[in-house]
Nanobody, 115 residues
């Protein structure tokens, strides 16, 4: 299973970005995987940003509630993270994760928010 994250970049505070994570390879039945976005800032541990279950239920870190939205398109084997009202503290490498009986990680995409 390969997860390809994209959509990162440099944005000013208050701006928006949309991250995408496309699954490919031996992944079958993408809709049976719980998906999530994590991030890791320099010198910090990786933290959960948002998750979306197979049921469609979502969960968010308190720091991004009301600003970020996770969604999935099972027909495209893709999960998205819409990030609005970005803050400098959102600067990190963002990783997508797929989980069922095993866990798979994408390669990460850099998000940099300037003040």
């Amino acid at each position: 299973v390969q997860l390809q994250a994209s959509g990162g970049g440099l944005v000013q505070a208050g701006g928006s970005l949309r991250l995408s994570c496309a699954a490919s390879g031996s992944i079958r039945s993408f809709y049976t995987y719980d998906m999530a976005w994590y991030r890791q800032a320099p010198g910090k541990q990786r933290e959960l940003v948002a998750s979306i279950r197979t049921s469609g239920n979502t969960n968010y870190a308190d720091s991004v509630k009301g600003r970020f939205t996770i969604s999935r398109d099972n027909a495209k084997n893709t999960v998205y993270l819409q990030m609005n009202s970005l803050k400098p503290e959102d600067t990190a490498v963002y990783y997508c994760r797929a989980q069922r009986t095993a866990t798979y990680w994408g390669q990460g995409t850099q998000v940099t928010v300037s003040s």
